[in-house]
């Protein structure tokens, strides 16, 4: 089955500055790979998602990359905020495909230092 | 368009104690998945529920089980409670199987004593 391993499990960074979540995968079949924050005491919401025919995708200060050579996908926020103090949630499938369900990573606290 | 609704959302149990979870998806939404959240083992995939049927299952033991109803609206059960089972378990829905894009509920957050 999948295999998610998501780096570092916490990161604190300045408000303003940048912030860079990493994960790998290991089925080559997986072709899905969103990322879900969970807010203290909250669910977990799907914030930004990439296919395997993209290799990059924005959405204002986040962005993700996926490299499917190295199995390797990323989270990137830029001038990061109060509000994005959350735990972040890397996750990979074989969408319409396959039996083994949305894999999720260990997951990575981001604190946001004032 | 209502969420996803889990109930209840809190409860305690004793060991050997048995435990039923229910989940109702969002209208529409004919997938059902679960999770076991805890603060080691993060997010771990139990089962997915499309059509009244479990399409798969996570590396979980017999005692945890679930089911579909019809309407969509699923249960999840955990038998011979064991402490490590304390835990939030998360529902959540999509509008098919195997798509990744789910939307989940407020958990139930399950303690055993």
């Known amino acids: 089955g999948e295999n998610v391993e998501q780096h570092p499990s916490t990161l604190s960074v300045q408000e303003g500055d940048s912030a860079v979540i990493k994960c790998t995968y290991s089925d080559s079949a997986s072709n899905y790979f969103p990322w879900y924050k969970q807010e203290l005491g909250k669910r977990p919401q799907l914030i930004i998602d990439?296919?395997?025919?993209?290799g990059e995708k924005k959405d204002q200060r986040i962005a993700v990359t996926l490299n499917k050579t190295a199995k390797h996908f990323s989270l990137h926020i830029t001038e990061t905020q109060p509000e994005d103090s959350a735990v972040y949630f890397c996750?990979?499938?074989?969408?319409?495909?396959?039996?083994?369900?949305?894999?999720f990573g260990k997951g990575t606290h981001l604190i946001i230092q004032p | 368009k209502a969420g996803v609704t889990q109930t209840p959302r809190y409860l305690i149990k004793t060991r050997g104690q048995q435990v039923t979870l229910s989940c109702s998806p969002i209208s529409g939404h004919r997938s059902v998945s679960w999770y076991q959240q805890t603060p080691g083992q993060g997010l771990q995939f139990l089962f997915e529920?499309?059509?009244?049927?479990?399409?798969n299952k996570g590396n979980f033991p017999g005692r945890f089980s679930g089911r579909q109803f019809s309407n969509s609206r699923s249960e999840m059960n955990v038998s011979t409670l064991e402490l490590g089972d304390s835990a939030l378990y998360l529902c959540?829905?999509?509008?098919?199987?195997?798509?990744?894009?789910?939307?989940f509920g407020e958990g139930s957050r399950l303690t055993v004593l």
């Open positions: 959540a829905s999509s509008p098919g199987p195997n798509t990744g894009e789910l939307f």
């Open positions: 529920y499309f059509s009244e049927t479990q399409r």
């Open positions: 990439s296919r395997s025919n993209v």
């Open positions: 996750a990979a499938i074989h969408s319409g495909g396959g039996a083994d369900g949305l894999t």
